[in-house]
């Protein structure tokens, strides 16, 4: 069975200070996994995404994840926020068929001016 | 614009009506998934198509819903007889086989059932 933890409903950072999502998953198979960012009124975007290869993985905007997985875990972090990284951040992970997605229930970061 | 398209944006109706929802996916995908997001929770699988083959359904895909993909392009998801508990966004998403694993995803149909 496949199913993702984000262990923070939300995260308030300062503008300029690194950005820290927490993910842990858990999958019977190698997984994938991704990071997806929405934005309100906005699809659902692809931020970056694991599948098996480096195990750091640099995506958009300056967002970047480490596959862990001693610790199941995926994290997401950024050196300094932006304003315009306020959003819903969802970590998902999918088994190899790639059929389903298996979504957390979301980290709802807010960016302090 | 070339990404996922959903129709309607948003979708108001009274408890027992049906209602429909259409997807555009990205022109070479032949991967259309349906998904559905509840306040305050990430999305849940419903169906996917493979071309105009549904080929996975989810538990949460009851007997109310049913989802087309006639000619393997757009597709509908139609929802008979709406409850309240069927308020909810509901997302589209499209692949390709060959890069399966990453999904593309539309801005959603809103639907408020009264």
């Known amino acids: 069975a496949q199913s993702v933890t984000q262990l923070d409903s939300h995260v308030s950072v300062s503008e300029g200070t690194p950005v820290l999502l927490r993910c842990n998953y858990s999958?019977?198979?190698?997984?994938?996994l991704f990071w997806y960012v929405q934005h309100p009124n906005k699809g659902l975007q692809l931020l970056l995404k694991y599948t098996s290869a480096a195990t750091l993985v640099k995506g958009i905007n300056g967002f970047e994840a480490e596959f862990k997985k001693s610790e199941t875990s995926f994290h997401l972090t950024k050196p300094s926020a932006h304003m315009s990284d306020a959003a819903e951040y969802f970590c998902v992970v999918s088994v190899l068929t790639g059929n389903q997605f298996y979504f957390g229930t979301g980290t709802s970061l807010t960016v302090i001016p | 614009d070339t990404g996922v398209s959903q129709d309607p944006r948003h979708k108001i109706t009274k408890r027992g009506q049906n209602v429909t929802f259409r997807c555009d996916p990205i022109?070479?995908?032949?991967?259309l998934y349906w998904y559905r997001q509840t306040l305050g929770q990430g999305p849940e699988f419903l169906t996917y198509f493979q071309n105009e083959a549904q080929l996975e359904k989810s538990r949460l895909l009851s007997d109310r819903f049913s989802a087309e993909r006639p000619k393997g392009s757009f597709s509908t998801l139609e929802i008979q007889r709406t409850e309240q508990g069927d308020s909810a966004m509901y997302l589209c998403?499209?692949?390709?086989?060959?890069?399966?694993?990453?999904?593309?995803f539309g801005a959603g149909t809103r639907l408020s059932v009264l």
């Open positions: 022109s070479e995908h032949n991967r």
């Open positions: 999958s019977s198979y190698s997984p994938s």
């Open positions: 998403a499209s692949s390709f086989l060959l890069a399966k694993n990453i999904q593309y």
